[in-house]
């Protein structure tokens, strides 16, 4: 990809875009991609922030018309999107009368995912809520349940795999107050729906307090793991995630440690954010040892999502962006770790991402 398009894209990222129409479709709270819209800009699946304050302000703009939607910056056309449909699984409901899309959702074009259960211990309370969560919105208005069955998740599985091609799962959770984390029962929702429709699965929770946690996983068919640190940088970590800081870094690199021993290399990630005002070295040196552990470390920008105690913070600068981008880039390569060796989760689907451009 052009140096100047891939500048662009990561500016977009970070920015968001304007939309004449079509923001009505943007997915509102909940604690993955929100605020945003899924499009495809060639081969690549970008999600598109444009509901948060800086989209409004932004530079770009995506214009809809009779063959499509157009990227333009400041009037100028960038390229060509095309926004990925509304899935039909989301016209479908449980013999209970409840609406699939309130189970799980699309993020990006071919990944199913849902927060199996839709609280976190620490939420409620502003003095341990990380303060970019908005996992309370989606419950509080209705679009959501709080907590999604084994069952339910394979019968919703089953149909986006046969009606809109998903090809694997992501399963998160607020953090449960308990020794696993809630990580068993995601592996208990893992393996209905490996069961049902062989499609790979990732889950996604805290540190366990016993390793014996990841072997049970896969035995219950996981295929990947994401234990997100969100920043390595314990200054930011005290003042944007207090309750997951309690969990410390040294604490955090034994779990990857003991989840790559049982899952392999490439399959066990970790969200990092940029723009919480975090030091550039200490992300750097977070993430170069992590890649040395065989761990992915997912780097994004922060989106300013609504709802959020973070709504109104700036999102981080496209130079800044790059720099990380490029450097952890180098880092995989020469670490022989990719983005393809994952086989579900936020890596595989990359579309938050532009890092696998860098690889």
């Known amino acids: 990809m052009a140096g100047d398009m891939l500048r662009d894209l990561v500016a977009l990222q970070c920015q968001g875009a304007r939309t004449r129409s079509g923001s009505e479709e943007a997915r509102r709270g909940g604690a993955g991609p929100s605020d945003d819209r899924a499009y495809r800009m060639g ?52 013999a209970d009368g409840t609406s699939y899309e309130k189970l799980a959702r699309l993020h990006g074009s071919d990944c199913l995912a849902t927060t199996v259960v839709q609280e976190c211990h620490r939420y409620d309370d502003p003095a341990t809520r990380c303060r970019f969560c908005a996992i309370g919105v989606s419950l509080a208005s209705g679009a959501t349940v709080h907590t999604k069955t084994p069952a339910q998740l394979a019968e919703v599985a089953r149909a986006a795999k046969m009606l809109d091609g998903v090809t694997h799962v992501t399963l998160t959770s607020g953090t449960v107050d308990r020794p696993d984390r809630g990580a068993l029962y995601l592996g208990e929702c893992a393996a209905a729906i490996k069961r049902t429709t ?22 219950l068919g996981v295929d990947d793991i994401g234990l997100h640190i969100e920043s390595f940088d314990p200054a930011v970590r005290a003042r944007v995630t207090p309750g997951k800081a309690s969990i410390d870094i040294e604490q955090y690199f034994a779990a990857f440690h003991a989840a790559v021993r049982v899952m392999g290399r490439g399959r066990v990630s970790t969200y990092v954010i940029l723009g919480l005002g975090e ?20 780097v994004v920008p922060l989106r300013p999502m609504l709802g959020t105690m973070l709504a109104k913070a700036e999102p981080p600068s496209l130079e800044y962006v790059g720099r990380v981008y490029d450097a952890v880039g180098d880092m995989l390569a020469r670490a022989r770790l990719s983005s393809r060796d994952s086989s579900a989760g936020c890596v595989k689907c990359r579309a938050c991402s532009l890092l696998q451009l860098r690889e």
Do not use: W
């Not at 970008?46 to 214009?63: D, K, Q, Y």
């Open 198 to 219: 062989g499609l790979p699965v990732q889950v996604q929770f805290e540190p366990p307090s016993d390793d014996s946690v990841f072997a049970a996983l896969k035995d």
């Open 279 to 298: 030091d550039e070295g200490l992300t750097l040196d977070g993430c170069h040892r992590a890649i040395s552990l065989g761990v992915y470390p997912f």
């Open 43 to 94: 081969a690549h699946t970008l999600m598109i922030p444009t509901r948060n304050r800086p989209a409004r302000g932004s530079p770009f703009e995506i214009v809809s018309g009779c063959d499509g939607s157009t990227l333009e910056k400041q009037g100028e056309r960038i390229g060509q999107l095309v926004a990925v449909p509304r899935p039909q699984f989301y016209d479908l409901q449980t």
